[in-house]
């Protein structure tokens, strides 16, 4: 971390070994992102996914996957198509020529794997995008940004390191894309460590969120927390997205900026309004 920041921190919770009722009572109401524990290492996919395993429950599956870049995988990454089985058996050999990262893919592409994994007291019958597969060699990362959705994140293999702010950050100190560009819930900050501080003076003083989580654990982020990943050696996760509550939305700039976000997105003629930002999301 760049010698010039001092950065106050915000604390996460931790739930172990949570009941479903728990589990919705922290979904209908969060304050902070929580690491659960007690859930993940009871998977199938916790002691089943092996080298052999992946590779051979992928063969045969072409699938786009995005290439990594040192500014990290934003909306606008290019993508290419990949035979999974043959990017496992790299991955899993950590081998110089893996570039690509394995971010949102939908398991249902990858039938052999979806019913290793076990997200029903999580969704409990919700709507909800996913389980989707992540997998990647250290460095791999996301820029910052926010989801409109609550979000859990399990992993299965290695470690991720987590940075994250709350909604009610300001915006002199998170610098976000303007409001009506395609990217109003990613952030300009390249880099949350080693900032431009000349651009980006406000955003040394932003409260922030730091954990890395390790396999056998789930991670939750609330919906409109800001937040950037990146992976800690070879790394193999599942996640899913589900819906938020709407009142969440009224109570931080991060929530009116999503609703005026969505609005745009439902809209062809109004989303052709929206301009792309003058710099990369």
Excluded at 116 to 131: C, E, L, N, S, T
Excluded at 256 to 262: A, I, T
Aim: glycine share 8%.
């Amino acid at each position: 971390m760049s010698r010039e920041m001092t950065v106050s921190t915000t604390p996460f919770d931790r739930l172990d070994a949570p009941s479903s009722e728990a589990l919705q009572h922290l979904f209908e109401k969060p304050s902070r992102p929580t690491v659960i524990t007690g859930l993940v290492d009871r998977w199938r996919a916790y002691t089943a996914w092996t080298d052999a395993y992946l590779e051979q429950a992928a063969a045969g599956s072409h699938v786009d996957v995005t290439v990594a870049s040192r500014t990290g995988v934003t909306v606008r990454t290019p993508r290419e198509k990949i035979e999974l089985g043959d990017f496992m058996r790299r991955l899993a050999r950590a081998e110089p020529s893996v570039r690509h990262y394995v971010g949102g893919l939908p398991l249902e592409q990858v039938p052999a794997l979806l019913g290793d994994v076990d997200f029903d007291p999580i969704v409990a019958g919700r709507r909800h995008q996913g389980p989707n597969l992540w997998a990647g060699i250290a460095g791999a990362s996301s820029r910052l940004h926010f989801d409109a959705t609550h979000g859990c994140m399990a992993m299965l293999r290695g470690a991720k390191r987590f940075v994250l702010f709350a909604p009610e950050t300001r915006a002199s100190q998170i610098y976000p894309h303007p409001l009506f560009t395609r990217s109003p819930n990613w952030s300009r900050v390249v880099d949350v460590d080693e900032p431009d501080q000349q651009r980006f003076p406000g955003f040394a003083g932003a409260p922030r969120c730091e954990l890395v989580l390790r396999a056998g654990e789930m991670l939750f982020i609330p919906a409109l927390w800001w937040h950037t990943v990146k992976g800690l050696g070879v790394n193999i996760g599942v996640n899913v997205w589900f819906r938020a509550p709407l009142r969440r939305f009224f109570s931080s700039v991060s929530g009116w900026r999503s609703l005026v976000h969505e609005a745009f997105k439902s809209q062809p003629y109004l989303n052709r309004l929206r301009i792309k930002p003058n710099e990369p999301a």
